[in-house]
């Protein structure tokens, strides 16, 4: 089979908080064999940077993405459902485009729009705001102001056509993370991308709907991970590398990667961070697969944490949950 060509590998169409993308060369030796994923799950989709990688890597028969963001699925949904139409609304926004085009723009209500306008909205308003930022009020209004761009790139049309093939036969939902627990299943791989516990005191940005991610909602995912695991799931979690996380996941295998920070209001706070991702599987060898990353050929920056000082290896693993797998 020929490669395909650039113009057909969807890429997020969304500037996102947490965006996965510069994470996916390491990230790839970290999911389970291909021949044992069947199904996966993203409950915080985001840009849905993974979603694409595990596609053309594990090539899952089915997907599900979630999110509790009905904007953001809804932008998906219009996507996968009706992309022409998107296309044609965001060349009028791409015309039209000026400040007091965007601020009439941002003053719409979503609930007044057709779901092709919404998501056109969604896009527009991403390309051309402030960092890209999602970021909405107390009321759910999307409140960040215009970002300064000399030629925003508000339209990407082979690539929405790509991520609207890409889309075809996925399940996509809108809905709390605790609603995972219905519908995953013994065998699924699931990936959780939450909104990442803060590193510090003014790092709070948490907000991407009107109820923010605060340490509560960290331990009810804790919970809900647990859970999956005593089901048989494969579960892979992100979040910040802070003592909570730690005590949270406490008896998993715990990785770190290498990140950077691309949004913060001071360019001199973006830099380079370690993230932690928590497994409750074994990797699968790094084996160079069809379609792998680039960043794949060179040796990803992956440490695993040491869970309990001391101890050898064959004793920390013995110390991790069991869990019981379906062939």
Same mark, same amino acid.
Not at 8 to 14: G, S, T, Y
Not at 286 to 298: D, F, Q, W
């Given at each position: 089979?020929?490669?395909?060509?650039?113009?057909?590998?969807?890429?997020?169409?969304?500037?996102?908080?947490?965006?996965?993308?510069?994470?996916?060369?390491?990230?790839?030796?970290?999911?389970?064999?291909?021949?044992?994923?069947?199904?996966?799950?993203?409950?915080?989709?985001?840009?849905?940077?993974?979603?694409?990688?595990?596609?053309?890597?594990?090539?899952?028969?089915?997907?599900?993405?979630?999110?509790?963001?009905?904007?953001?699925?809804?932008?998906?949904?219009?996507?996968?459902?009706?992309?022409?139409?998107?296309?044609?609304?965001?060349?009028?926004?791409?015309?039209?485009?000026?400040?007091?085009?965007?601020?009439?723009?941002?003053?719409?209500?979503?609930?007044?729009?057709?779901?092709?306008?919404?998501?056109?909205?969604?896009?527009?308003?991403?390309?051309?705001?402030?960092?890209?930022?999602?970021?909405?009020?107390?009321?759910?209004?999307?409140?960040?102001?215009?970002? /300064?761009?000399? !030629?925003?790139?508000?339209? &990407? %049309? @082979?690539?929405?056509?790509?991520?609207? *093939?890409?889309? $075809? =036969?996925?399940?996509?939902?809108?809905?709390?993370?605790?609603?995972?627990?219905?519908?995953?299943?013994?065998?699924?791989?699931?990936?959780?991308?939450?909104?990442?516990?803060?590193?510090?005191?003014?790092?709070?940005?948490?907000?991407?709907?009107?109820?923010?991610?605060?340490?509560?909602?960290?331990?009810?995912?804790?919970?809900?991970?647990?859970?999956?695991?005593?089901?048989?799931?494969?579960?892979?979690?992100?979040?910040?590398?802070?003592?909570?996380?730690?005590?949270?996941? /406490?008896?998993? !295998?715990?990785?770190?990667? &290498? %990140? @950077?920070?691309?949004?913060?209001?001071? *360019?001199?706070? $973006? =830099?380079?961070?370690?993230?932690?991702?928590?497994?409750?599987?074994?990797?699968?060898?790094?084996?160079?697969?069809?379609?792998?990353?680039?960043?794949?050929?060179?040796?990803?920056?992956?440490?695993?944490?040491?869970?309990?000082?001391?101890?050898?290896?064959?004793?920390?693993?013995?110390?991790?949950?069991?869990?019981?797998?379906?062939?």
């Amino acid at each position: 089979m020929p490669p395909r060509k650039r113009s057909d590998i969807p890429r997020p169409f969304l500037k996102w908080a947490g965006g996965k993308t510069q994470l996916l060369g390491q990230f790839e030796v970290l999911y389970p064999n291909e021949s044992l994923v069947k199904r996966y799950l993203e409950p915080f989709v985001g840009s849905a940077a993974v979603f694409f990688q595990i596609r053309g890597l594990l090539k899952p028969a089915e997907m599900v993405l979630a999110d509790s963001n009905p904007e953001l699925i809804n932008a998906y949904r219009a996507i996968q459902q009706e992309v022409e139409q998107v296309i044609r609304l965001l060349a009028r926004h791409r015309r039209a485009h000026s400040q007091e085009h965007f601020y009439r723009i941002r003053a719409l209500q979503p609930s007044a729009l057709s779901p092709e306008e919404q998501a056109a909205r969604t896009i527009y308003l991403n390309k051309t705001c402030f960092n890209g930022l999602y970021r909405v009020n107390s009321r759910g209004g999307f409140n960040v102001p215009i970002g /300064r761009y000399d !030629d925003p790139p508000i339209l &990407d %049309a @082979r690539n929405l056509r790509a991520v609207s *093939a890409a889309l $075809r =036969g996925v399940e996509l939902r809108e809905g709390h993370f605790r609603d995972t627990l219905q519908y995953a299943r013994k065998g699924d791989f699931i990936y959780f991308d939450p909104p990442y516990q803060p590193l510090s005191s003014t790092a709070l940005f948490t907000a991407y709907t009107r109820n923010s991610f605060g340490p509560k909602d960290q331990e009810t995912l804790a919970e809900v991970f647990r859970l999956l695991n005593e089901r048989g799931c494969r579960v892979m979690l992100s979040n910040s590398d802070t003592p909570l996380i730690h005590r949270l996941y /406490r008896g998993f !295998d715990l990785r770190t990667v &290498d %990140a @950077r920070r691309s949004i913060n209001s001071k *360019a001199s706070r $973006r =830099g380079a961070i370690s993230e932690i991702v928590v497994l409750n599987y074994e990797p699968s060898d790094p084996i160079v697969r069809e379609g792998s990353t680039k960043c794949h050929l060179a040796k990803p920056r992956l440490r695993r944490v040491r869970q309990s000082a001391g101890l050898s290896a064959k004793r920390r693993r013995a110390q991790l949950p069991t869990l019981s797998f379906s062939s």
